[in-house]
């Protein structure tokens, strides 16, 4: 008896020191003040459980820095053991047949009674769980700043498209920004597809950004959208071009901006900044789109790897993201909400209650659609076509409505 409790905590202290060898590198993109905050929550949950966190931070928001980079990595067959890749893009690394399955990790921790089904379906290729999902960040959010707001003389956040230019025009006369915005195509796309939203409901955004329904980009809805979209732009500064997201928001959170478009990563920056809620900033729906929500869910591919060790600690990032704790202090880090079901919002914000109350109330009504702006609602190909027309069209001012229309339906039938 004695001898055989000494072999098997011997096996014990064996599989514990196994367990402490591993190492996972992990590829993301988030850098910003909020964000490294959310990214360091990770790296000491998964180094809490004996395991080495490498980082592989490439800069760049909305992450395309980081798509190029890991592509090269991949294909000089040299990926790292887990890097930050959600919506459709997780299906097409999947068919590559360089993915680990995570349905042990997966089955033990019951993923599919914890996940909304909407976010289960993405992380699976063939019935198996490919990814593993971190948060739900809302895309159509409106940020603003209440001493400019007040100062202009605007009272209230703008609920239609008339009333935002309406208090866009109070706050330009005060001598304030007054929409923050950073030029730069995954923006320009983010703030897109919220005009697209509010002005052509959820319906119209699914037929048209999800579905890609040509009869549908051709419509006058779609005329509608580009022609307010393109109106945005003569209330931005001039040195918009280029600018960083998280710098853009720090004009709103400085008082040098009345309002930004951006998901709620950007209440990330908000809270770094000490910034509270109905004091600090304001959050509400981009115009017209209370009823709707854009969802954006960060999540994590695991690639194949030969190390048993390795695999260990792979297997013990994917368990760490989804577990209660992680959910809890990353995401009020991040600015998104859980993504497991039922999670107590007790200690989160009012914007981030706000977030979950509407993600299942949309999730039931029908106004919960995916984010194209950010990877969730269409393949890579026909995202970066058609993101690349909507830039084009906000930078050049003499591209008619008509051509970027007809330039954005020939470039969704991209594959
Ligand atoms: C989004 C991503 C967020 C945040 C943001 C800015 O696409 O889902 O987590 O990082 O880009 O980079």
Redo the contacts with the bound molecule.
Sequence with gaps: MKLKHLVSAAVAACAINTAMAGEVEVL?????GG?AK?AAALKSMLESKGHKWKDFAVA????ENAMTVLKSRAISGNPPAAA?V?GPAIQEWAQEGMLAKMDAVAGTEKWDSLLPAVVADVMKYKGSYVAAP??V?RVNWMWANPDVLKKAGVEGMPKTWDEFFVAADKIKKSGAVALAHGGQN?QDFTVFESVALGVGGAQYYDKALVKLDAATLKSPTTTKVLETFRKLKGYTDAASPGRD??LTTAMVIQGKAGFQFM?D?AKGEFTAAGKKPGSGFLCAAAPGTANAFTF???SFILFQLKDAEAQKAQQALASAILSDEFQEVFNQN?G?IPVRLGHDMGKFDDCAKLSAKDFVSTSKSGGLVP?I???MAVAPAAQGAMQDVVTQFWNDDKMSVADAQARLTKAAATR
């Design positions: 993301h993109y988030w850098t910003s964000e959310s760049g928001g909305g992450g930050q959600k971190v948060n960040h995954w997201w998280n998901g990563w954006n869910v960060d991040k998104s984010s702006a950010h990877g």
